[in-house]
């Protein structure tokens, strides 16, 4: 199983890199094929199979295919001439998408594991054994975050904001893109 709290912060990771290499001078990334990179490992290995059932795990490859198209794009408009308009034009045009598909991947990596944990509850509800910590964390993630990081650490106020945002935003770029159509 991939750590899918390190996946969502590598992609995170990623979209920084893509806009460093976009606005600075920064040396190149280099960027491993959707199938070799960690998640692609995961989900063309176990993933996809073991989680079949859940609608989430086909949008998120999805999602991930598209996004390592439109950052290989930004990180070959990087080794080549920046100083042709229509390139650095259609370079800007990925890293938009880069960063809209990295928010779905984030967004589809989250609903994934909630629904791994929810079938895992369910499970256990079924066997009338559930432990009481895991339907602590089912009924209050944040509160069960926060036993994990500590009161101390702003990092979960960030975390929830933060996925407050992302999903609104995507739910913003869904609605353009359909007026669109």
């Given at each position: 199983m991939i750590d899918i709290t390190i996946a969502r912060i590598t992609h995170v990771e990623w979209?920084?890199?893509?806009?460093?290499?976009?606005?600075?001078?920064?040396?190149?990334?280099?960027?491993?094929?959707?199938?070799?990179?960690?998640?692609?490992?995961?989900?063309?290995g176990d993933g996809l199979r073991t989680y079949k059932e859940i609608p989430e795990i086909v949008l998120l490859e999805k999602s991930h295919k598209t996004f390592h198209i439109a950052a290989d794009n930004v990180v070959e408009w990087h080794k080549g001439s920046k100083f042709n308009l229509q390139k650095t034009a259609?370079?800007?045009?990925?890293?938009?998408?880069?960063?809209?598909?990295?928010?779905?991947?984030?967004?589809?990596?989250?609903?994934?594991?909630?629904k791994i944990l929810q079938k895992y509850q369910e499970a256990q509800e079924a066997m009338e054994v559930a432990p009481n910590g895991l339907?602590?964390?089912?009924?209050?993630?944040?509160?069960?975050?926060?036993?994990?990081?500590?009161?101390?650490?702003?990092?979960?106020?960030?975390?929830?904001?933060?996925?407050?945002?992302?999903k609104k935003d995507l739910v913003k770029s869904y609605v353009r893109d359909s007026s669109r159509a």
């Amino acid at each position: 199983m991939i750590d899918i709290t390190i996946a969502r912060i590598t992609h995170v990771e990623w979209v920084h890199q893509l806009e460093l290499l976009l606005h600075s001078s920064t040396s190149s990334v280099s960027l491993p094929s959707y199938h070799d990179c960690e998640l692609g490992v995961w989900l063309y290995g176990d993933g996809l199979r073991t989680y079949k059932e859940i609608p989430e795990i086909v949008l998120l490859e999805k999602s991930h295919k598209t996004f390592h198209i439109a950052a290989d794009n930004v990180v070959e408009w990087h080794k080549g001439s920046k100083f042709n308009l229509q390139k650095t034009a259609r370079a800007d045009i990925d890293f938009r998408d880069a960063l809209r598909t990295s928010k779905e991947i984030v967004y589809h990596l989250t609903m994934l594991e909630f629904k791994i944990l929810q079938k895992y509850q369910e499970a256990q509800e079924a066997m009338e054994v559930a432990p009481n910590g895991l339907k602590n964390m089912l009924n209050h993630p944040w509160e069960a975050l926060k036993s994990v990081i500590g009161d101390k650490s702003s990092r979960l106020d960030v975390a929830k904001v933060s996925l407050d945002l992302l999903k609104k935003d995507l739910v913003k770029s869904y609605v353009r893109d359909s007026s669109r159509a």
